[in-house]
C-alpha cells in the first residue's frame, strides 16, 4: 500500500529528517515539499544529502499545498503548526497531520501560557491529538493504545523523549521518588534548528561544551513534567513530579545522552530497579535497557530510531543513576513520528526504522 | 530470494559497516560472523550499535567457521585474506568471496612487493577476482560489467574509490593531462580502523589536521594509478599515471574529501570538462555531479553510498580542481562491497543502498 | 629569581601541560625531563607542541634524576609518584615536591584503599602533604593559607576542581543540602591521559557522547567528598556530604564543563545563592562568577587559569543548578600546580598563567 | 616601556585574539576597544574568554575613538580599514597603524579591483604600508628588514602565511617550477570570522569536511602569488607564479593545514630540497622545519606563533609534497601583527609571543 505523503518545513532539519526516512520506507510516497523563503528553488539546494528528491521544487507552505495528502508532516515553528492544522481541518479531514512542533503537545493551557507565552492553537481541540511516545508507560499500559487509529499526531520534544524513555518505568514502579529528579543533558546542535544565530555557529561550538536553559526555563520543562506526572498517574501539570533539568551543548551534531539521577525509594533494592526498566521494555523494538556494565554513546544510534538505555546504582548517595541516549532527529523527532505513522496507520510499528546506528 | 552471510572481522569497522548494511538488505540473511581473539563472545559488546545483531555469538575466524556461505565478506588484514580465501577455493567454490581488504585488488605482483613487503597472495590467480567499482570508467565501457556473475570480488580501498570517480572520465576524455595530478585528501580516522594507537586517539585528533603517508608512500596509490591508467587503456603499473597523492587525517570520524587539480589539456574547454563528468555519471545511481555551483560536503554522504563531485576550472593556473566526497565506509568499502555483490548476484544494483546521507 | 625545575612523566598530557605553562614562567627554569619508556629519545618527538624544549633529552624517572632541584614535578600514575617521593625525601629534602596524581590527595586511608585498592603511599604522612586547591572555601578562610612555605604540594583532580569551587561556597554559606548533591559532567578525553585505549580512539570520540564511572565508582569522588565535607567543618570521610557523581565523555580534547544541582536549605532566597558565590571569589584572579545570565563555555577557559561559574535558581524544583567550567589540564591540573608552587615559594599567585582562554 | 593600544573590532575573533595576546605582552597597554552595532556593552559580553579585559566598555569604530594612541589595530571588514586609516593620518600622524584587513595587502590595483571589486583604498599610498610577514624570503635578504620603524602594518591573510611560509623558499632557491604549483589547505572556521551564516553553522561542520572558494577565485589568491613572486624576484601581478588554490572547510574551530605540491626542477636533489628550506628558517623563532619523517598537526600551534613546516619527495610523480601548520588567528592574523609591531617598535621580536602551542 503507498500512502501520498507532504512535508511542510521541508528545508529545515526535522523536516529534512522526515523526508531521509520516508526515502526508506515502502510505504510513504513523497508528493510534495513545501518551505517558506524557499519556495519556489529546488530541494536539492537545501537538503544535498537527500539524492532521491534533489530535483523536487519546493512549493509554498500553505494549507492549500498541503491539503489531501493521506499524511502531512509539520515541521514549523510553534505557532505556525497550529495555525495551518486549523486550516487543514476543513479541506483534510481525512489526512493524518502529525505534527513535528510544539503546538499540541502540551495538554495544560496554563503551562503552555507559561512557556510559550500564548494561548493554545485553536487547533488544539481537547483530546484530539495524540502524543507520540509509543513506549511511555502508564499506569495501565503504554502510550501506544492511543495511537491506533490517530488521525492527529503531536510529536514529542528531543529532551523529552531521551528522558521519558528513562525514568518513566522507574517511577511507574515506584522505585524513585517523584518529587527528587535531576537530569543533565549532552546535546548536539542540531536540535535548536537551522537559524543563523552567533552562539550556534561552528567556532563557537568546536571544542566546548556550556549549559543553556537552565533553572526550569527550558520550553521542555512542563513536556517532560507532563509526561512523568502521567507514568504516575498523577496530573500532568499539578502532580507531585520536581525535576532540575539542565540541557547542555556539546561539540557534535547530533545525539542526546540525558543522565539523570534520582532518590531511590526506601526498600527498592537494585535488582527492582533494573528490572522495572528491562521488564518494561522487554518486547519493545526501539528501546534497549544494555546488558549491565555498558553505557551508551550517542553514535551509537546515529541515523537509528533506537534509545539505548542503563542505570547504576548508587548506595552511598541513595540514588540511582539512568542514561539514555538517542538521536534527537530520530527517536527524538522524525523517527518517532515516523513510529506513531506507522501505528496510527496500521503497519507494522518498525516499517522503514532502522536500529542500527551509523557507528563509528 | 535469500543469501546466506558470513563476516568475518566482524568487530571492526569494515566488518560492522557490512553488517549495518546487511541489517537493511532484504535480501541478505546474516547467518555467522566472525573474529579472532574475541571468539566466544556476542557482537553486541563489541558493536552495540548493531541492536539487530547483538545476540549473535562470534565464532573464530577460520575457513571452516566461514565455509558454505552463499556471500562471504573477508574484513581482514592484508595477508590474512588472501590465507583464507586459499582455503576457501577448496571448500566453497561456489560461495561469493567478498574480500574488503587489499589482497586481490592490485594486478601487479611488482607494485604489492614494493607497498606491501611480500608476494601476492597464492589465492591470487589472474583474472580471477573481479575490482569492484562498477563506476570505473574504462575506454569502452565501464568496469560494471565484469562483475555480473563473478565469484570473487575485490573491493577497492577508499581513498582510490574517492579519487578514481573523480578524475577516471576527465582522463578517459583526454581533458587532463595523466602526468601531473595532485591529489590531496581530508580523512576521518575510522580509515585506519580500530586499532588502539596513541595517534589516533581523540585527544591528539580532536581540533586538528595532520598528513600522514606523504610523497607516495601510501599503499592506495598504485591501487589509483592501476585504476587511472586503466580509465585510459594503459598498463596498470607502467602506464604514464604520475599522481602526487597526499591523504590528512582531520576531526571527524567518516569521510573522505578528495580535492584533485590536475592540469588540463590544451584546447580542452571549460564545458568539455563538465560534460565528460556528468556523461559519465548520468546513469549513475550512486555517483552524483552536483549543481555548477554547489560544492560537496562529506556529511551529506553519511551513512550513505553516494559519491559527490564537483569541478571548477582556474584558467590562469590552466588546471581543473574536481573535488569528491564519499563514506569511507560505504562508497569507501561495505557499500561499494554490497553494491559489487548485488551486481554479481543478478539482483536489482542498488538493493539494500541509500543514497541519502544522514546529514546533518 | 629563578628556581630550577623537573618534570617526570614529560611525555604524557599533565607532564606536558607543566612544561607549557613553566616556559611561559618568567621564575622556573626547567632543566631535566624525564619518562620511562622514551628515556634517551628527545621530548620533541612526544610534544612537537612545546618548540622551546624540543631538543632536551628526556631521562629515566628515577629519584636520581630528579634530585636536587628546586621544584620537582611529578606526572606519574598513581602509586608511581609515592614510591618516588618516599626516595625523595631522603635525597631532596629541601625542594618543593608537587605530585600532579593521586597518591597524596586522599587524608583517609580507608577511602584510598577501597578507590586504589592499596594503601596509603608511605611518602603520605598525616599532615605533610598541602593540598593545593588555594580558593576552596573553609569554615574558617581558605584553602590558600596552607601552601605558603609548604614543601609538598598535592594537587587536586581535574574534576574534583570543577566542582568543589562551584559548590563549597553554596555548603560554607549553609544554602544548600550537603546530602542531596547531583553533579553531571562533560569531560573532554585529555583527561582519561595519552594511553592507546581503544575506547578513547577518535573514530569512537567524534560525534558522541558517553558516561563513564557511574554509580559512585569513579576515583574522583572520595576526594570531592573530602573537600566538601572540608568546606562544611565535617569529617573527610564520614561526614554529611552525599553525592551522585557522573562524568560523560564528550567530544572535545579539553574542557571540564561540571553542571551540579543542589537542594536548597529551606529558608535560602536566590539573592543569598548568588552572594555565596559572589562573596567567595570576590578576590580571586582565578575563578569568576560571570554576570547574571551569562552561562559558561569551556571553551573560554582553554589554556587559561580561570574557572567561571553561573547558578540558578529553580523555585518550582527547590533547587540550585551551578555550573563551573575549566581547562581540565589547566585549573584542572598543571596551571593549579603552578597556583600552588607561586603560593608555596612566595612569588605572586598568578606569575606565569594567564586568564585569557583560546578561544574560538 | 609601555605603549598605548586600541583595537577596533575588538568584538570579532581577530580583534578578540590581538587583545588575547596584548594581555599577554608586557608593553602593551590597551586602553581603548572599539566596535560597531555593540558599542556601549561591556566587551566581557562579546569575548568572555578575555577576563582582563571583560569590565571594558566598548566605544564606537571612529577615527576619533582610536586615535593618538601608539598603536591602532584595525580588525574591520575590507573597505572600512582603508576609510578609518584615511582619517588616522590626518589625527594620528605618529600612531603605529596596524591593518589586520586585506584593505593594504595588494600592491596590484587591478588585481585589487578584480578580487574585491572596488577602487584600492585612498590610504594606500604607494610603499607607505609595510607588508608584515617578516620571515617572507626574498632574493636577498628577507621581508624583515622592510619592517623596523613602519607605521603603517598590512598583516597578511591566513592562508597567505601558511602557503608562502611552507614554499617561498624553495621558489627563491630555484628548486621547484613557479608555474607548476597546487595548495590545498584544511581550515578551521574561525577563519571566516563571527557572523552567523548557515552554512558555518556548527551543526553543518561537525563531521564534515567540504571545499569553497574553488578556482582561483578566493581572495587569498593574488596575495599568495604577489608573495611567491616576490619571493623570486618577479612582478607580483604579472610574474611566473601559477598556483591552484582549494581551502577547505573542517572540523576545528582553529588551525590551518596547508598541502602544497610542486614540480621539482630538474636537476634538483632531495638534500637540496629541505636544506633549502632549514637554510631559511635556522635562525628564525617562529617558523621550525620538524625533523625528517615528523609531520605536524595544527593543534601543536594552538595559541602559538608557530608555523611547522616539513616535506618528502615524491620522486616517482617529481613532485615535493611540503605541509605547514599554523593557527589561522596567531601566525595567521594577530600573533604576526604583533611580531610585526615588535619589529616596527624596535622590541625583541619575540616578546609576547609562545612557540607552544596549547595541545592536545
Redesign the interface.
Known sequence: MSFSVAVSGATG?AG?EA??LA??HPELDVRTVTANSNAGSLL??H??????Y?NMQLQGTTAGNLAGHDVIFLALPHGASGAIAAELEATSPGSLIVDLGADHRLVDAASWAKFYGQGLPKSHHPGSWAYGLPELVLPAGKQRETLAGATRLAVPGCNVTAVTVAVAPLLAAGAIDPA?L?A?L?N???G?G?S???H?????????????G????HRHQPEIEQNLNWSIGADPASGPI???F?P?L??????I?A?I?A?ITAGTDPVALRAALTDAYADEAFV?V??DG???????????N?A?I?L????????V?V?S?IDNLVKGTAGQAIQAVNIALGIPETTGL???????
Chains 1, 2, 3, 4 share one sequence.
Open positions: 532539519y529534512g523526508l531521509r526515502a526508506g536539492g539546494e537538503q544535498p544529502h537527500l539524492r532521491r534533489a527528587d535531576v543533565v549532552a548536539g546542535p542540531s535548536a537551522k543563523a544565530k552567533t550556534l555557529l561552528a567556532s563557537e561550538i568546536l571544542g566546548s561544551a556550556s549549559p543553556y537552565v533553572g526550569g526555563v520536581r525535576l532540575s539542565t547542555t556539546v561539540p557534535m551534531a547530533r545525539g545522552l543522565t539521577s532518590k534497549s544494555l546488558p555498558q553505557w551508551p554513546s550517542t553514535a551509537w544510534t546515529l541515523g537509528a533506537s539505548l542503563q547504576a546504582v548508587d548506595e552511598r548517595a541513595g540514588r543513576v542514561t541516549a532502522s536500529t542500527q546506528g551509523v557507528a563509528p
